[in-house]
């Protein structure tokens, strides 16, 4: 089984990068599963109807949510009709949406995890290694490999929750910085991992927004409405490989460079 996940699309630029590389990778490595983390798809922050099915009919089977979930209202819409989108597992009991689904292809069957982190994060949700606990229960002999999408901030966070899955998914990735970090592995009871995998979106902005405005800000203190940056696309994703019979991934493969838009 192979699996392409694809980090944090951000605004246009995002998409149009997603809609190239998808299509190259398709054709390449066949994956048979492809996932991205959507929640700054429209404008950079949130989602809207129109962003998900735009991400949708390049080829991705399913859209995964985090901190922005709520970011625009229209959300609300489209979290549960039926669009293959979940939002972070984590929210309180009552939250529209779910935070788990269910892919099928080619006879085989995927179960994808959204979770929220808590530190250094400004969200009230639950305890996500208990609720990947129960979500994990849910999952179990339903599925042939189970994926988690952990959107937090603290790398020490992420990486904890990497080995307390450990054995027990076949893969923890992690999302919401939008740096793709370096330390792709295979864990020692056979979870393919990854601290952070980055963002797809605008390359020559600070993690996807216009450079000056954010400069600004920092030197001045002062508020600063933030919008998209302009010019060269970078794409991030990682394809991780995972051995359904023994339950255990075998490879992961960072994939990271500049788009021609």
Not at 66 to 86: C, F, L, P, Q
Not at 230 to 238: E, L, M, P
Request: charged residues 25%.
């Amino acid at each position: 089984m192979k699996v392409l996940f694809v980090g944090d699309i951000f605004g246009e630029v995002g998409r149009k990068a997603l809609r190239i590389q998808v299509g190259r990778i398709r054709e390449q490595e066949k994956p048979d599963f492809v996932i991205v983390n959507g929640e700054n798809a429209a404008g950079g922050r949130g989602i809207s109807y129109n962003t998900a099915q735009d991400i949708l009919s390049c080829g991705v089977d399913a859209i995964t949510m985090g901190n922005h979930t709520w970011a625009r209202k229209e959300v609300m819409g489209i979290i549960d009709s039926g669009m293959k989108i979940i939002r972070p597992a984590n929210y309180p009991k009552g939250v529209p949406g779910k935070g788990r689904l269910i892919l099928e292809n080619n006879g085989l069957r995927l179960g994808l995890i959204n979770l929220l982190g808590r530190v250094y994060m400004d969200n009230h949700v639950d305890c996500p290694f208990q609720v990947a606990d129960r979500e994990v229960q849910n999952l179990k002999g339903q599925v042939d490999a189970i994926l988690v999408d952990f959107h937090a901030e603290a790398t020490s966070e992420k990486i904890a929750l990497g080995h307390y899955l450990d054995g027990r998914v076949e893969c923890v990735v992690g999302t919401h910085t939008h740096v793709q970090t370096a330390d792709e592995r295979i864990l020692q009871n056979g979870t393919a991992y990854i601290t952070d995998v980055g963002f797809t979106g605008p390359a020559d902005g600070v993690i996807g927004v216009n450079k000056e405005q954010i400069i600004r800000k920092f030197v001045s203190g002062l508020p600063s409405q933030f919008e998209p940056a302009s010019g060269r696309a970078i794409f991030n994703a990682v394809l991780v490989t995972i051995d359904p019979k023994n339950k255990k991934a075998t490879d992961i493969q960072r994939i990271a460079g500049f788009v021609k838009l």
